[in-house]
């Protein structure tokens, strides 16, 4: 197919171009074009096998129709996956374990760490549940010494409030490191969950004892306390929103000055609860949002705090 341009000479900017309307094939190469520019961080990305996780767990996976267990051996392995990862434009991923026991299961540290061994792409984090350890400072300090990038926290899963001052030298170790603290807020719908430690106002605290320490609330405390959220994020400045687990068709009714507050908002998947991996990015791209606040949405913002 042929098409005819004709420039203006001296600006060089293209006066006329007929095929733009009559061609769909225009505006088709348009979109691919930007999506080779798009990069994304995922934030927020587990990885298990599937004897890991409690039954309960997997229904609720299974519902969301994920490629997971479509394509489960091609998932759980390291290079395959992250090909499969790549593919969709996906540069870096926050790779998180689970220890759980009461709620969704365990998924070790070390599994992580050996899945992440020799992929660029991933950024292995560590968990640690306070419930079951004495020390848990000396815990990150072991899991830091074996490559872990960040720590993530699941209080309403492991029955602790993220403002006890046992979790106290973890967090100042974390900020001594400056590694990125991702902690659960939010509703579950997993059995054995206890809301009340999700409220995101215990992190107002260790908000203003480590004015340093970056802190990532995961599902930026979903269902019940948007408005908390949002406001303590304009509040603390290392304080960030992660929207893992939030249909992002409703980011704007959740959030409706999103934009205001664009540079803490990071984009996460919460896979495998999701489709695809792309199934949320591409949503995300429908938004009513500028292309600089999608950017750092899927990428910028992310990028700033691993120091990317």
């Not at 260790?206 to 019940?224: E, I, K, N, T």
Request: glycine share 4%; aromatic share 14%; charged share 25%.
């Amino acid at each position: 197919m042929i098409f005819s341009f004709s420039f203006k000479a001296k600006s060089g900017i293209l006066s006329s171009f007929k095929g733009v309307r009559r061609y769909p094939e225009i505006a088709f190469l348009s979109q691919m074009s930007k999506a080779k520019t798009l990069k994304v961080i995922d934030f927020h990305i587990h990885i298990g096998l599937k004897e890991h996780w409690h039954a309960w767990v997997h229904d609720y996976q299974e519902s969301s129709q994920s490629e997971f267990y479509k394509r489960y051996e091609e998932m759980i392995n390291p290079e395959k996956f992250a090909k499969y990862l790549k593919n969709h434009n996906i540069v870096k991923a926050v790779i998180l374990p689970d220890i759980c026991p009461i709620t969704t299961g365990v998924v070790p540290n070390e599994y992580i760490f050996e899945f992440c061994k020799g992929q660029d792409i991933y950024i292995p984090f560590c968990t640690v549940n306070p419930s079951l350890v004495t020390h848990p400072e000396q815990e990150l300090k072991k899991y830091i010494q074996m490559g872990a990038k960040g720590v993530k926290l699941y209080p309403p899963y492991n029955h602790f409030y993220p403002n006890e001052s046992r979790l106290y030298p973890l967090y100042e170790r974390a900020q001594e490191e400056r590694l990125s603290v991702l902690i659960h807020t939010g509703s579950s719908v997993f059995k054995g969950s206890k809301l009340k430690y999700a409220d995101p106002i215990h992190l107002d605290d260790v908000a203003s004892d480590f004015p340093d320490l970056v802190l990532v609330m995961a599902h930026s405390g979903r269902g019940l306390w948007y408005d908390k959220a949002f406001f303590l994020s304009r509040l603390h400045p290392h304080l960030y929103m992660e929207i893992s687990g939030l249909p992002p068709k409703n980011l704007l009714n959740y959030f409706p000055d999103m934009e205001k507050n664009i540079d803490k908002f990071i984009y996460g998947s919460d896979w495998p609860a999701i489709q695809t991996i792309s199934s949320n990015i591409e949503a995300i791209q429908k938004l009513p949002l500028s292309e600089e606040s999608k950017k750092k949405v899927l990428y910028e913002n992310a990028a700033r705090i691993l120091g990317l």
